[in-house]
């Protein structure tokens, strides 16, 4: 079997549009110690896909409950490090090939500042389509494209514990893949 200089062999999870992006594992520590220590309350959460890299803070509760006191915390941390979070996602952009997304969340509500929508091509029968026709038409999407979207999101909530297992077989596949003999 030949390898890649990664040490996978074919068949490498993420297909063949994962190939040439670097490795993102170490993305959460690397943001763990380059994130300023005051801007957050905690440690900051990091997703990384294949085109995009997500960090979300917690922000301190406001003072006030009311909705527009967290919204102007939330813009407030947004204006003020606006060109320290440009600089350390150019630095992330470099080192892992992928754009960098911000976000925060005050009192629960998560809020997301300037982040991808990638175009996905997809290739459905007519009973898919009606699936999507019938969300458009009843006005729960506003396009085809919205419904695949919602409906994506609704499977992803339903089946959280499903996808978080498969994704953890999927890395231990990947890590007897990289011990497994060279031939």
Known sequence: MKHSPRGHGFGRPGGWQQADAPAADDAPDWFAGRLPADWFTGPASVEVDREEIVVVGDLPLPDSDSDATKDGVVARFRETTRSARMQIAD????????KVAWGVTVDGKKTLFTHMAVP????????????????????????????LAW?????????????????????KVDDLRTEGPEL
């Open 91 to 98: 630095e992330a952009e470099a080192r892992y090939g992928r």
């Open 120 to 147: 996905v091509m997809t290739r459905l029968r007519q009973p898919e389509r009606k699936v999507l026709d019938t969300l458009v038409d009843a006005g729960v999407a506003r396009s085809r494209s919205d419904a």
């Open 151 to 171: 409906t994506v999101k609704l499977a992803g909530q339903h089946a959280e514990a499903w996808l978080a297992e498969l994704r953890d077989a999927m890395k």
